[in-house]
């Protein structure tokens, strides 16, 4: 995924990359365990540091589950970045930046 490719390999990332693919759904810590493929105790280290800085919505209906707060600015920062959103916004704009350079060379050509 495209943060694997900006950040490097790391833990958290990998959890963060679940999250993402599975943002709408509340995951348990074993689940995200497994699908990162990264034990346990390191998976629920690291949910535990996200909920204190805000960044996960925690359900408590028996076993604890995690998702991403669609509220917060950072996730909807990871979201675009990851999503092929970002990659579709940054070409319109990059288009929008030729498209203005071409219009402004011809006014400029024919003033």
């Given at each position: 995924m495209l943060l694997n490719e900006l950040f490097g390999e790391n833990t958290r990332i990998?959890?963060?990359e679940e999250l993402l693919t599975y943002a709408d759904s509340f995951l348990t810590a074993e689940e995200i365990s497994r699908m990162a493929d990264l034990?346990?105790?390191?998976?629920?280290?690291?949910?535990?540091?996200?909920d204190e800085i805000g960044i996960l919505e925690v359900e408590k209906n028996g076993v604890k589950r995690f998702k991403l707060n669609s509220n917060d600015e950072r996730v909807l920062a990871l979201g675009l970045i990851e999503s092929n959103e970002f990659l579709r916004r940054s070409r319109k704009q990059e288009?929008?930046?030729i498209g203005e350079w071409i219009i402004?060379?011809?006014?400029e050509a024919i003033w």
């Open positions: 990998k959890i963060l034990s346990s105790k390191t998976v629920n280290i690291h949910l535990n540091q996200l288009i929008a930046e402004f060379d011809y006014f």
